[in-house]
């Protein structure tokens, strides 16, 4: 059964940087590119990247070029963003997500979300 | 870059009605690429339809989606009460991916 559990919730003062894991459960990392998405409070979903464990390959959304990255760690099974030079229009909760199956669009299988706050 | 535009913002209805969303990307998009989404306060989205109108595993049949070019339509046959949330889709395309504003069913 395929599981993403992020790491806990952050408070950062801004300009400072916040790293989130995610971690896969259920089937290996490699297998299914790692999209994350953002939600700041009472927004909707933005879409930021995604990133290709198998060969480290990742696509930023224009809006996120510059200060977000992805990395994975396929020995730990686990996938990671980094947000750096943060403001306050960060804070948002950050879900790790991937699809059902290779080639299949659509979100499936989605993070418990991690609450990121910046904060003074 | 392909915006999605989704009406109303917020759709105000009765249990047992049937609800109609509405979402228009900014330019003519693929059926393939068409995405629905429920998510509910205090959790995260989840899958409805892809493809446009191929329901995810386990969605109810009282979920239906249709639509091509510049309109795509998602409709709640008989709102359950757990049905009142918010609704987000989304252009999945090859490269790029996109989520509408999303709409608010709430209950009247």
């Known amino acids: 059964q395929v599981q993403l559990v992020q790491s806990g919730a952050e408070v950062r003062k801004p300009g400072a940087s916040v790293r989130v894991s995610c971690k896969a459960f259920g089937y290996s990392l490699s297998d299914s590119y790692m999209h994350w998405v953002r939600q700041a409070p009472g927004q909707g979903l933005e879409w930021m990247g995604w990133i290709n464990p198998k060969n480290g390959g990742a696509l930023y959304a224009q809006k996120f070029q510059g200060r977000f990255t992805m990395t994975s760690d396929t020995s730990f099974n686990t996938a990671y963003m980094e947000l750096s030079s943060l403001r306050s229009d960060d804070t948002a909760i950050y879900y790790c997500?991937?699809?059902?199956?290779?080639?299949?669009?659509?979100?499936?299988?989605w993070g418990q979300g991690t609450l990121v706050t910046v904060s003074s | 870059e392909i915006v999605l535009t989704q009406s109303p913002g917020t759709l105000s209805l009765s249990p047992g009605e049937r609800a109609i969303l509405s979402c228009r990307p900014s330019q003519s998009v693929s059926s393939s690429d068409l995405v629905w989404y429920r998510q509910k306060p205090g959790q995260a989205p989840r899958l409805l339809i892809y493809?446009?109108?191929i329901r995810a595993p386990g969605i109810p049949d009282r979920f239906s989606g249709s639509g091509s070019g510049t309109d795509f339509t998602l409709t709640i046959s008989r709102l359950e009460p757990e049905d009142f949330a918010f609704y987000y889709c989304?252009?999945?395309?090859?490269?790029?991916?996109?989520f509408g504003g999303g709409t608010k069913v709430e209950i009247k």
């Open positions: 493809e446009t109108s």
């Open positions: 997500t991937r699809v059902l199956r290779p080639g299949h669009p659509g979100f499936a299988y």
């Open positions: 989304q252009y999945y395309g090859i490269s790029l991916l996109t």
